[in-house]
């Protein structure tokens, strides 16, 4: 009887001791993971402000698939919000302020805890990628949680991993969507021609896609200096492609609603007349556009059309990049003049 009385005893010192030592663990955590998606900030922020998303890159639905998600009417922006539930409980995330392509915060409330913190930053780099840092914290944590962590283990042990692989899905589901392309090509058309503003350069074929970049923005920049309406999207005129010498002559132009006198001696006016053309349409990264020429070369090759002697060759940018970050998002126009 005295050695049960021991054994009791002994249980409640480990119990008071186990108590203690749960009590004295700190009711604060904080745990951060960064990485760097080869991704503009604006593509990764239009991902992650939408709730309905985060299902597709969930470290903790991966981790347990019979995960029931409920979608609010409302997922994007501030007060979008979506709930989880497992078998450990049920969950909430609640967006509370975002500062556009650069922060979110939100909230994140786990049955009847006391409600998290959770914020991501964005830093574009130079190279188009951005650090993308992800971070949750919490603070006064109930007793039955803290006994929890201290069987499992700490926060960062619990939820670092689930940062870590969510941000690496993150990045692959990113960088396959803005590699997402289509070429169309909607055969023989009517180009309506027309006046427009341009400039002319020739380059080496390595070289056109920096001239380019170069060259549209001053012809634009010319237009709005001078109050002159645009009568559509930008587009390139391709006077000779010369592959073997590395070789290309281009122009960069702006339409206009009428015939221009201009000032400035690197920018002058030209007209097109109207023209019989095959049409071709890519939607994604512009890297896919030798693809797109080559498809509808092959295209009025098979439907025995006849290039027409010097006719224009044209690529017209539907979408600006600026307002479009995401490649896939893309569209340029192709009108090659046959006969």
Not at 10 to 25: E, P, S, T
Not at 172 to 195: C, N, P, R, W
Not at 274 to 299: C, R
Request: contains cysteine; proline residues 5%.
């Amino acid at each position: 009887m005295k050695a049960f009385k021991y054994i009791i005893f002994l249980i409640l010192i480990l119990i008071i001791g186990f108590a203690i030592y749960i009590a004295v663990q700190p009711n604060s955590f904080e745990v951060e993971r960064t990485r760097t998606i080869n991704a503009p900030a604006a593509v990764v922020y239009e991902n992650i402000i939408d709730l309905k998303n985060w299902e597709a890159w969930s470290s903790w639905v991966e981790e347990k698939p019979e995960t029931v998600i409920t979608l609010s009417d409302k997922t994007e922006g501030i007060g979008g919000s979506y709930t989880w539930k497992d078998q450990d409980g049920v969950g909430t995330v609640n967006t509370v302020d975002t500062q556009p392509n650069t922060s979110i915060t939100q909230e994140m409330w786990f049955d009847d805890f006391p409600k998290w913190d959770m914020t991501w930053n964005l830093n574009p780099n130079k190279d188009g990628s951005t650090v993308v840092t992800w971070k949750i914290t919490g603070e006064e944590l109930p007793f039955l949680f803290k006994t929890f962590l201290a069987l499992k283990g700490n926060m960062e042990t619990q939820i670092g991993p689930h940062l870590e692989r969510g941000l690496e899905k993150l990045e692959s589901i990113l960088v396959a969507d803005m590699k997402k392309y289509s070429v169309t090509i909607e055969g023989v058309t009517q180009h309506s021609g027309g006046f427009y503003l341009y400039n002319t350069t020739s380059s080496k074929m390595s070289d056109f896609k920096e001239q380019m970049q170069e060259m549209l923005p001053k012809v634009g920049a010319y237009a709005m200096a001078n109050n002159i309406t645009m009568a559509g999207k930008p587009f390139v005129i391709y006077h000779k492609w010369d592959p073997e010498n590395n070789a290309v002559m281009f122009s960069c132009c702006i339409p206009t609603t009428s015939k221009i006198i201009t000032t400035n001696t690197d920018i002058v006016t030209g007209q097109l007349e109207p023209f019989k053309a095959v049409k071709t349409v890519l939607k994604g990264n512009y890297e896919n556009l030798q693809e797109a020429w080559d498809k509808t070369m092959s295209y009025i090759t098979e439907h025995n059309l006849e290039f027409t002697e010097a006719g224009p060759m044209i690529e017209v940018y539907v979408t600006d990049p600026n307002n479009h970050p995401n490649p896939a998002d893309w569209v340029t126009e192709i009108f090659i003049a046959v006969k």
